[in-house]
Antibody, heavy 124, light 106 residues
Framework: QVQLQESGPGLVKPSETLSLTCTVS????????WNWIRQPPGKGLEWIGH???????NYNPSLKSRVTISVDTSKNQFSLKLSSVTAADTAVYYC??????????????????WGQGTLVTVSS | SYELTQPPSVSVSPGQTASITCSGD??????ACWYQQKPGQSPVLVIY???KRPSGIPERFSGSNSGNTATLTISGTQAIDEAVYYC?????????FGGGTKLTVL
């Protein structure tokens, strides 16, 4: 059974870069889409982006200019970098495996399972 | 950008049927899925591709999607079903979530 675990600093200063890693266990990262999703305290979910094991990426247009997602298949890990953070980026960050509907994912993508999440606070 | 709208809250008595709606432009032309999130926990997928249940999800959870509205239905609602439920769809290569619906079982 695949499990995902986020890791990284819980506190980041404004204007700096948030960096998180998701470690995948119980299965290979060499398939599926690998996603980052965040949830500000007391609010809803926001998809950040995903990466395919081959390295191809897709980002939320609202964050695209600040986001980089990368993959390390040798370590079964994928990572998130979010630059120029502000207090608005304070959130629980989740990693999740993504499944595609159809051959090219055009019909839909859903997320299962999710990691336990890690709270990242942006503050000086 | 594409938007999904959910009612902020729904209440149901134990044993009754709860229906949670999710509205979006021509949502019926896309696949909808649903997640359950309990306090302090990660979201859990309960319905995907409009009406399919992942392994381990009770049969009382069902889904439908037509026109502009997707619906999550919980039959014989139990106290353990009290949670926030999020719908999600895929539009222009972007995942979009609804704002979430707090289901109260009372």
């Amino acid at each position: 059974q695949v499990q995902l675990q986020e890791s990284g600093p819980g506190l980041v200063k404004p204007s700096e870069t948030l960096s998180l890693t998701c470690t995948v266990s119980g299965g290979s990262i060499s398939s599926y889409l690998w996603n980052w999703i965040r949830q500000p305290p007391g609010k809803g979910l926001e998809w950040i982006g995903h990466i395919y094991y081959s390295g191809s990426t897709n980002y939320n247009p609202s964050l695209k200019s600040r986001v980089t997602i990368s993959v390390d298949t040798s370590k079964n890990q994928f990572s998130l970098k979010l630059s120029s953070v502000t207090a608005a980026d304070t959130a629980v960050y989740y990693c999740a495996r993504g499944y595609c509907s159809g051959d090219s994912c055009g019909a839909g993508v859903w997320f299962d399972p999710w990691g336990q999440g890690t709270l990242v606070t942006v503050s000086s | 950008s594409y938007e999904l709208t959910q009612p902020p809250s729904v209440s149901v008595s134990p044993g009754q049927t709860a229906s949670i709606t999710c509205s979006g432009d021509k949502l019926g032309n896309k696949y909808a899925c649903w997640y359950q999130q309990k306090p302090g926990q990660s979201p859990v997928l309960v319905i995907y591709e409009d009406r399919k249940r992942p392994s381990g999800i009770p049969e009382r959870f069902s889904g439908s999607n037509s026109g502009n509205t997707a619906t999550l239905t919980i039959s014989g609602t139990q106290a353990i079903d009290e949670a926030v439920y999020y719908c999600q769809a895929w539009d222009s290569s972007t995942a979009v979530f609804g704002g979430g619906t707090k289901l109260t079982v009372l």
